[in-house]
């Protein structure tokens, strides 16, 4: 199986911050990784697919980047809406697998 | 506009059975594999199962594989998902999720 090691687990971090996270595969997983943001009490959001495509409807200070087995979601700008908890997951084989995510709070 | 609704959760007694069940709309339900994906009390996401759209292929995450059972009727754009056997354990959250798409969540307990 696939594991997915997200960093750091916990960020904190102040509107305005660039802020960066890191999902590492323990084998390579080509572009096969998702990205989502989950905020309590509620269901995950698709940010972005295929590391680096952007979803319909996200804000574009949003953005991913890598393959194989090193994948960064970066938030160029962070924003009141962005605090939330954000996890990966790789769509390269079964059984599908996710990150342990990484809470972004404010600092 | 996808929408996924969940029903069926609920509170269960250790080694008992529970399905659920999940409404899709808004999209071409044949075409596309649909998951299980759960996250217990405090925790993070935990994928469970999928199968592919013409219901022919599944596949199960080892802490579910031979008590849990993944189908859809097509049909009736309908995904569920049976839980035999439950554990303390299996209490979680199941959310019924397209790739891009997930449902509220449905509230399982497993408890005496």
């Known amino acids: 199986d696939i594991q997915l090691t997200q960093s750091p687990s916990f960020l904190s971090a102040s509107v305005g911050d660039r802020v960066t996270i890191t999902c590492r595969a323990s084998?390579?997983?080509?572009?096969?990784l998702a990205w989502y943001q989950q905020k309590p009490g509620k269901a995950p959001k698709f940010l972005i697919y295929?590391?680096?495509t952007l979803q319909s409807g996200v804000p574009s200070r949003f953005s991913g980047s890598g393959s194989e087995t090193e994948f960064t979601l970066t938030i160029s700008s962070l924003q009141p809406e962005d605090f939330a908890t954000y996890y990966c997951?790789?769509?390269?084989?079964?059984?599908?697998?996710f990150g342990g995510g990484t809470k972004v709070e404010v600092k | 506009e996808v929408q996924l609704l969940e029903s069926g959760g609920g509170l269960v007694q250790p080694g008992g059975s529970l399905r659920l069940s999940c409404v899709a709309s808004?999209?071409?339900?044949?075409?596309?594999?649909m998951s299980w994906v759960r996250q217990a009390p405090g925790k993070g996401l935990e994928w469970v199962s999928a199968?592919?759209?013409?219901?022919?292929?599944?596949y199960y995450a080892d802490s579910v594989k031979g008590r849990f059972t993944i189908s859809r009727d097509n049909s009736k754009n309908t995904l569920y998902l049976q839980m035999n056997n439950l554990r303390a354990e299996d209490t979680a959250v199941y959310y019924c999720?397209?790739?891009?798409?997930w449902g509220q969540g449905a509230l399982v307990t497993v408890s005496s």
């Open positions: 084998q390579g997983i080509s572009s096969y």
């Open positions: 997951q790789q769509l390269n084989s079964y059984p599908l697998t």
């Open positions: 808004g999209f071409t339900f044949s075409s596309y594999a």
């Open positions: 199968v592919s759209g013409s219901g022919g292929s599944a």
């Open positions: 295929a590391a680096s």
């Open positions: 999720a397209k790739d891009d798409s």
